[in-house]
C-alpha cells in the first residue's frame, strides 16, 4: 500500500465549530506532515511529527491542534477557525532515516471552507 | 537558511517539443532536492530526488532533472511533451540539518498545447 488517504475530501465548519481532519497511512513511515495549501501557491508546513513526536511546529496558531494517535494515524483538530483558514490541507509521510531525507508522499488533500 | 527559486510562473511548450522548467537553490552543505507534480485539486505527487550520484536523475513519466552545482540548478526537463504533463510543478530542497524539513519553490505552471 503506497498511499495516504485524507478525510474527509470537503469540509464547510462556522467560526465556532470544532471539527477534525484525518490522514492514515500503511506504509510504515515514521514521519508525517501537515501542510496548508492555499490555491496557486506552494506548500506551507504546519507540523511535523517523527516516531509519533512531533519535532517541528511552524509557529501555528493554537486552534490549530495536531495529534498523533499511532505511526499510522495523523489527526488535525480545528477549532474556532477563521475565514483565512480556508485552504487545501495537505498530509504527507515519509521515511525516516537518519543522516538522510527522503521524498514525502502526499495525500489528496481535505478542502476546508471557513464561514 | 535554505531556499529555492522557480523563475518562471508559466512555461508553455507544444506537443512533442521539449520541455524545461528551471530551479536554483541556496542551501548550506549538500542539497537534497525534489521535483513534485500536482494536478488539479490533488494532492502532490513525488517526481524524482537528487541526494549524491550522477548529476543526472530519472524520474516518473519519462521525466529527468540535471544537477548543476556550480550554477546551484536543478532543471527538470523531458524529451518530448505531453498534454497530460500539464500541471502545477513544485521544485523542493532539504539540507542535512533540515530534521525533516523541506522548502517548496513558488511553483511552475506547465502547459502543453497540442
Known amino acids: 500500500d503506497t498511499e495516504v488517504t485524507q478525510t474527509p475530501k470537503h469540509l464547510v465548519m462556522g467560526m465556532t465549530n470544532k471539527k477534525s481532519l484525518k490522514c492514515e497511512q500503511h506504509?510504515?513511515?515514521?514521519?508525517m506532515y501537515w501542510y496548508k495549501q492555499k490555491a496557486k501557491k506552494p506548500p506551507e508546513l504546519m507540523f511535523v511529527?517523527?516516531?509519533?513526536?512531533?519535532?517541528i511546529n511552524e509557529s501555528v496558531p493554537s486552534r490549530f491542534s495536531p495529534e498523533c494517535p499511532n505511526s499510522s494515524l495523523l489527526n488535525l483538530h480545528l477549532h474556532a477557525l477563521q475565514p483565512e483558514d480556508s485552504a487545501l490541507y495537505l498530509c504527507?509521510?515519509?521515511?525516516?532515516?537518519?543522516?538522510?531525507?527522503?521524498?514525502?508522499?502526499f495525500g489528496p488533500g481535505t478542502r476546508l471552507t471557513v464561514l | 537558511a535554505q531556499s529555492v527559486a522557480q523563475p518562471e510562473d508559466q512555461v508553455n511548450v507544444a506537443e512533442g517539443n521539449p520541455l524545461t522548467v528551471k530551479c536554483t537553490y541556496s542551501?548550506?552543505?549538500?542539497?537534497?532536492l525534489f521535483w513534485y507534480v500536482q494536478y488539479p485539486n490533488r494532492g502532490l505527487q513525488f517526481l524524482l530526488k537528487?541526494?549524491?550520484?550522477?548529476?543526472l536523475v530519472k524520474g516518473s513519466y519519462g521525466f529527468e532533472a540535471e544537477f548543476n552545482k556550480s550554477q546551484t540548478s536543478f532543471h527538470l526537463k523531458k524529451p518530448s511533451a505531453l498534454v497530460s504533463d500539464s500541471a502545477l510543478y513544485f521544485c523542493?530542497?532539504?539540507?542535512?540539518?533540515?530534521?525533516?524539513?523541506?522548502?517548496f519553490g513558488s511553483g511552475t505552471r506547465l502547459s502543453i498545447r497540442p
Open positions: 504527507a509521510s515519509s521515511q525516516e532515516r537518519s543522516g538522510s531525507l527522503n521524498e514525502q508522499f
Open positions: 506504509m510504515g513511515h515514521r514521519a
Open positions: 511529527y517523527s516516531y509519533e513526536k512531533l519535532s
Open positions: 542551501v548550506s552543505g549538500n542539497p537534497y
Open positions: 537528487y541526494i549524491t550520484g550522477d548529476n
Open positions: 523542493a530542497v532539504g539540507g542535512y540539518s533540515s530534521a525533516s524539513k523541506i522548502i
